[in-house]
């Protein structure tokens, strides 16, 4: 079945620090790959997304790339701030699975001033 | 705020109770999925309603069960609850089905403790 393995936080970096979390998947067919992020107390909120190959999703000066050769969609942000400390989700859906969403562990990220 | 509603936020029993979550889609959106959030299983897909008729189902044990309403609120059920059924519950709804361009919104959840 289709899975998500994400790197296990948690996460600490500084302000102003490079960020990549590492994320690969495992599904029949071509998925769509998503970021979810969840504040705390909050609940999931889509942070970016790509549904075909070699595309890259962006937002809030995040970025992943869908690498199908490598099954792979880090996420990565170049500077990231205190307010982006959350907890981090990669997850697929699977056109065959009608739209469930299959989740990473999800990782940890806490940004020190 | 994602428009999606659930109630309550906190919810605290026993074992071998049951309860009901309650959730309330975004204006418009006819699908509703319910996700367990655990410490050892992660988040994960429990089943799914569209307009009222269940769509999906995922890891949902048979303890468990759902329904959607016709003013499109959802309830699961959760009974004869164990220790491990301690979680937090969450909803999201989404405008249809099946299309890998909907986005779905995520309640703030349900956080269930079996004691």
């Known amino acids: 079945g289709d899975s998500v393995t994400q790197m296990e936080g948690p996460v600490t970096l500084s302000e102003e620090a490079f960020l990549t979390i590492n994320c690969t998947y495992t599904?029949?067919?071509?998925?769509?790959l998503f970021w979810y992020v969840q504040y705390p107390g909050e609940g999931l909120q889509l942070l970016l997304k790509?549904?075909?190959?070699?595309d890259k999703g962006s937002n809030k000066g995040f970025e992943a790339t869908y690498r199908k050769e490598t099954t792979s969609f880090h996420l990565e942000k170049g500077s990231v701030q205190v307010s982006d400390s959350a907890v981090y989700f990669c997850?697929?859906?699977?056109?065959?699975?009608?739209?469930?969403?299959?989740f990473g562990s999800g990782t940890q990220l806490t940004v020190l001033p | 705020d994602s428009g999606v509603t659930q109630t309550p936020k906190h919810l605290i029993t026993a074992t071998g109770q049951r309860v009901t979550l309650r959730c309330s889609p975004r204006?418009?959106?006819?699908?509703v999925y319910w996700y367990q959030q655990s410490l050892d299983q992660g988040l994960q897909f429990l089943i799914q309603?569209?307009?009222?008729?269940?769509?999906a189902k995922g890891n949902i044990l048979e303890r468990f069960s759902a329904q959607q309403f016709p003013d499109l609120h959802s309830e699961l059920n959760l009974s004869s609850l164990e220790l491990g059924d301690s979680a937090l519950y969450f909803c999201?709804?989404?405008?249809?089905?099946?299309?890998?361009?909907?986005?779905?919104?995520f309640g703030s959840g349900t956080q269930l403790s079996v004691l």
């Open positions: 999201a709804s989404s405008l249809g089905t099946a299309s890998a361009n909907e986005k779905l919104f």
């Open positions: 599904a029949t067919g071509y998925p769509s």
């Open positions: 790509a549904t075909k190959a070699d």
């Open positions: 997850a697929l859906s699977d056109q065959e699975s009608a739209r469930q969403l299959t």
């Open positions: 204006s418009g959106d006819l699908s």
């Open positions: 309603y569209y307009n009222g008729e269940e769509r």
